[in-house]
């Protein structure tokens, strides 16, 4: 499958060697390969997003969009078209068949677990998938890998966004998008020195501010899209890079409908995190939801998704919009899913 061809070169996406690895192995175990290219597709449907998300201010994660809009969905489709049954991929988490459905599990290995990725899921593209990695420790599909011959059991891991590749972030993001320079500013309004768009930062960032000096470090809080400020505070545990709850919209649910209350909730805000027990309410009449943690959730980011789980079943989530501070009204409502009244707006 491939899904970029902008700038396809061996030094930033090296299609060519995944595809010379794919048929090694195909030839290896004795199966057919068939390529396919969704570059249309994803520029479409995960691009597009990618660079609108970044241009409002938030941080987007095409991950999730390209796992429920590519992978799940046209490579699914062209599979069914194929004539095959359903499709496996090597992703680390796991599909169970219930008289109810089907579900999303975490996988065994937790370090590897990529539910967080494919929240958006649904029943359909659910019940075509199985993830035979599902109880696998990376290390040990590595010795398989090479017990049996396999020409990429020791291929490098891929990391970060695909189309990105190694080069250098605001490189990329320049090709696309206009920078626009300002200030940075702390809570006060103080001018603390000058960024070069607000694309190129996310909430909780340190490095690269070039305003270090006496002190506690830097870290980014906020932007104001509308004056092209950068917002920063002093301090890794500075308050205003803590909160403990925030709306999300974009919402989706692995079962087809919102958790009820029977569920002992928890919930994450980033791929490498911790879940943090919580609760939700949502308002049925904007499709958006409040939830709200137990604990201090520290640089929550607008354009991430926050991702729900109960014990190892993960729910589905949302995209988070904003983060709600503890003085606010709206931060003291009560909260249990959808059965209590609508979450009011000011």
């Known amino acids: 499958m491939k899904n970029w061809e902008d700038d396809d070169t061996e030094d930033y996406c090296p299609a060519r060697q995944d595809l010379i690895d794919a048929v090694s192995v195909a030839d290896t175990i004795g199966i057919e390969v068939d390529a396919v290219n969704f570059s249309r597709e994803y520029r479409e449907r995960v691009f597009r997003y990618f660079l609108d998300e970044y241009q409002a201010g938030r941080t987007p994660n095409p991950d999730v969009l390209c796992n429920s809009e590519i992978k799940f969905k046209c490579f699914l489709d062209h599979a069914l078209a194929m004539g095959a049954d359903g499709i496996a991929t090597g992703h680390y988490a796991g599909v169970r068949k219930t008289d109810s459905g089907f579900e999303l599990l975490r996988a065994r290995d937790l370090t590897k677990d990529q539910s967080y990725f494919l929240h958006r899921l649904d029943q359909k593209q659910l019940s075509r998938t199985q993830f035979p990695l599902y109880e696998w420790k990376k ?135 911790t879940d943090c027990p919580c609760s939700i309410q949502l308002n049925t009449e904007t499709g958006r939801m409040s939830v709200r ?54």
């Not at 137990?294 to 789980?309: D, I, K, N, R």
């Not at 993960?314 to 606010?328: A, K, M």
């Open 293 to 346: 943690f137990t604990e201090q959730q520290w640089a929550v980011t607008p354009g991430q998704s926050v991702v729900l789980y109960s014990g190892d079943l993960c729910l589905g989530g949302g995209v988070i919009d904003r983060t709600i501070p503890e003085h606010s009204p709206d931060s003291h409502l009560p909260l249990c899913a959808t059965r209590l009244p609508q979450l009011a707006r000011s």
């Open 139 to 273: 290390t040990d599909v590595r010795a398989l890998a090479q017990r049996i011959g396999l020409s990429n059991a020791t291929k490098k891991d891929s990391t970060g966004i695909c189309f990105i590749g190694e080069r250098p972030f605001r490189d990329f993001l320049n090709r696309y998008l206009s920078a626009q320079p300002g200030d940075i500013e702390d809570v006060r309004g103080r001018k603390l020195g000058r960024h070069s768009g607000l694309m190129f930062h996310t909430i909780g960032q340190r490095q690269g501010l070039g305003i270090g000096g006496q002190g506690l470090p830097w870290y980014v809080v906020s932007k104001d899209v509308r004056r092209n400020a950068l917002i920063v505070v002093q301090g890794h545990d500075h308050p205003e890079l803590q909160s403990r709850h925030l709306e999300a919209g974009s919402l989706t649910w692995i079962s087809g409908s919102a958790p009820s209350c029977e569920y002992e909730l928890a919930a994450k805000t980033r791929y490498r995190q």
